[in-house]
């Protein structure tokens, strides 16, 4: 009997946790902007480093409209305002360092923030799924996926460090692909005893984890150790 329940089972896929075969947690061709209605905070999350360099940008939040986010239409619209409500809220808390900060946020922030983290389920501060996976575009469309094809879309402080810390750790989720997407061989292998699809797979994922090593690698050469603790930390900081 349990034999034959095994057999009706459904091959294990990745279609069930919105996990692409392409680009595995990586959110597919981001959106650069909002419609025009949401245009107060793309404005000054696109001025984010020099509103917080000249300590102004605490009084830009304070006097944007209290905007609705029932105009959202789709996925990565609430991932590009995730991604921008979250660099704003931790510019705003942290824009006086670490001895004036705030402990509380104006409405017109918080509200929109915590009804867009309560429908994409996650919390409301800046993570990697908004730092890394939404935040990115390719110059050419049809280039590469390398240092010199990509750019970030909302930065903090810190200048080409920021852009090196976020994109590099962009390529070790790139690299882990092919990983990801040979699990599904493995488990649906082990199942029905297919022992060489399965130890081919494995050989991929020992490959694959090299290459996010080596991708790893490439934090030496794009950011700069004093520029991450001095500006960039902080603002990392939740």
Not at 4 to 23: G, H, I, N
Not at 57 to 72: A, D, E, I
Not at 222 to 227: C, I, L, M, Q
Request: hydrophobic share 45%; aromatic share 8%; net charge negative.
């Amino acid at each position: 009997m349990a034999s034959a329940k095994t057999e009706r089972e459904a091959p294990f896929s990745l279609d069930s946790y919105y996990v692409s075969e392409k680009l595995g947690f990586v959110l597919p061709d981001p959106l650069e902007n909002l419609p025009s209605y949401y245009q107060p905070w793309m404005d000054i999350a696109l001025r984010l480093p020099e509103l917080l360099h000249s300590h102004e940008l605490r009084s830009y939040v304070n006097k944007m409209p209290l905007l609705s986010t029932r105009f959202l239409k789709d996925h990565r619209e609430l991932r590009l305002v995730h991604l921008v409500l979250s660099m704003i809220t931790m510019g705003y808390v942290w824009q006086e360092g670490e001895n004036n900060t705030v402990e509380m946020l104006p409405r017109n922030l918080a509200v929109p923030y915590w009804e867009v983290s309560q429908c994409l389920g996650l919390p409301p501060i800046l993570t990697h799924a908004d730092a890394v996976l939404a935040n990115w575009k390719r110059k050419d469309p049809e280039g590469p996926f390398d240092m010199e094809n990509l750019e970030v879309l909302v930065r903090i402080p810190g200048g080409d460090s920021v852009k090196g810390f976020f994109l590099v750790t962009l390529l070790v989720e790139l690299a882990a692909v092919p990983a990801i997407r040979s699990i599904p061989t493995v488990i649906n292998g082990v199942k029905c005893g297919h022992m060489e699809a399965v130890a081919k797979a494995l050989e991929n994922i020992s490959q694959s984890i090299q290459d996010m090593n080596d991708a790893l690698k490439l934090m030496h050469v794009y950011v700069d150790p004093s520029v991450f603790y001095g500006d960039m930390r902080i603002y990392l900081s939740g």
